[in-house]
Nanobody, 125 residues
Framework: QVQLVESGGGLVQAGGSLRLSCGAS????????KAWFRQAPGKERDIVAA????????YYADSVKGRFTISRDNAKNTVYLQMNSLKPEDTAVYYC??????????????????WGQGTQVTVSS
């Protein structure tokens, strides 16, 4: 079974940092566009950041620009989300997603075909 597996979530105080990781099992996503989305309670799932398959293009939601960094290591089949200066409003379940072979850094969720189960990030004030 093809799976994306997130890790690195947890509880952190406002102003702190976390690094999320997303690996894969069942197949390789080395050459797929990747993204992180998040969903807070009672809200829709929104794009956080996206990265092209080779890592030369990125997209960030306005709310995280300057605080979050998306990166990837294709040799390890892993994508990361470094989150700094965390705020309580960053509290959400964070999902990793993969789009398509040689995919771009599109923020459009409809272009992402594979999804992880999510990891909870809670930022206390």
């Amino acid at each position: 079974q093809v799976q994306l597996v997130e890790s690195g979530g947890g509880l952190v105080q406002a102003g702190g940092s976390l690094r999320l990781s997303c690996g894969a099992s069942g197949r390789t996503f080395r050459h797929y566009g990747k993204a992180w989305f998040r969903q807070a309670p009672g809200k829709e799932r929104d794009i956080v950041a996206a990265i092209s398959w080779i890592g030369d293009n990125t997209y960030y939601a306005d709310s995280v620009k300057g605080r979050f960094t998306i990166s990837r290591d294709n040799a390890k089949n892993t994508v990361y989300l470094q989150m700094n200066s965390l705020k309580p409003e960053d509290t959400a379940v964070y999902y990793c997603a993969a789009s398509s072979l040689y995919g771009s850094s599109t923020p459009n969720s409809e272009e992402y075909r594979y999804w992880g189960q999510g990891t909870q990030v809670t930022v206390s004030s």
